[in-house]
């Protein structure tokens, strides 16, 4: 069973940094798209973060300028660096590879979500 786990999340202060990492079970290939996502209560998930299989890095408007979208194939691993957090970016920060395709089939794989609190 494919698995990606999060490390990373916590509570910290506005202006702070963090850094949240995304290790998967398999192999990441270079073309795989890579992503993390946050969901806030009340609101739909939002795409923050996405590094396609070009190395093309797109952000959403709310996080440009502020945070990093960094993969590390060799590791598996990717990384979202999170600078100058502001409270609004509270929420369940999730890790997400793919789609992956298997002959006719795609998948998507998921970490479980890490809590990221912004305090003022």
């Known amino acids: 069973q494919v698995q990606l786990v999060e490390s990373g999340g916590g509570l910290v202060q506005a202006g702070q940094s963090l850094r949240l990492s995304c290790k998967s079970s398999?192999?990441?290939?270079?073309?795989?798209?890579v992503e993390w996502h946050r969901q806030v209560p009340g609101r739909t998930r939002e795409l923050v973060a996405r590094s396609g299989g070009d190395r093309n890095r797109t952000y959403s408007d709310a996080v440009k300028g502020r945070f990093a979208i960094i993969r590390d194939n060799v590791e598996d691993s990717f990384y979202l660096q999170m600078d100058n957090l502001r409270p609004d970016d509270t929420g369940i920060y999730s890790c997400?590879?793919?789609?992956?395709?298997?002959?006719?089939?795609?998948?998507?794989?998921w970490g479980q979500g890490t809590q990221v609190t912004v305090s003022a």
């Open positions: 997400k590879l793919g789609p992956r395709k298997y002959g006719v089939r795609t998948y998507d794989y």
């Open positions: 398999i192999s990441i290939w270079s073309e795989d798209t």
